[in-house]
């Protein structure tokens, strides 16, 4: 199973930033797809997730209405949209594959991890 993050990189405050995920080796449509970021010196936190289907999604309150999350099923592809980027946003963002029916926000449920994608933004 390999899951590969992509479109990081530097972006001023205000700015949008959108990151990839390309599966392979796993069922893709058997999996719910979360996005989890880490900054230095922190805790890794839930950013957003997409259920199978792609017809639910749940997002932290820290992202909601900014980040869009989306999937395609036939590209096996998950897409992370983020606008109005913040400071704070900086971290270390990864994709991540669970294979549960629900959606979770914590990492303890996530099944396989792909290797992370920087994301900075200057003020």
């Known amino acids: 199973v390999q899951l590969q993050a992509s479109g990081g990189g530097l972006v001023q405050a205000g700015g949008s930033l959108r990151l990839s995920c390309a599966a392979s080796?796993?069922?893709?449509?058997?999996?719910?797809m979360g996005w989890f970021r880490q900054a230095p010196g922190k805790e890794r936190e839930f950013v957003a997730s997409?259920?199978?289907?792609?017809?639910?999604?749940d997002y932290s309150n820290s992202v909601k209405g900014r980040f869009a999350i989306s999937r395609d099923n036939a590209k096996i592809t998950v897409d992370l949209q983020m606008n109005s980027l913040k400071p704070e946003d900086t971290a270390v963002y990864s994709c991540?594959?669970?294979?549960?029916?629900?959606?979770?926000?914590?990492?303890?449920?996530?099944?396989?991890w792909g290797k992370g994608t920087q994301v900075t933004v200057s003020s």
């Open positions: 991540a594959a669970d294979r549960s029916f629900r959606l979770s926000q914590f990492p303890r449920d996530m099944n396989y």
């Open positions: 080796g796993l069922g893709f449509i058997n999996y719910a």
């Open positions: 997409i259920s199978r289907s792609g017809g639910d999604t």
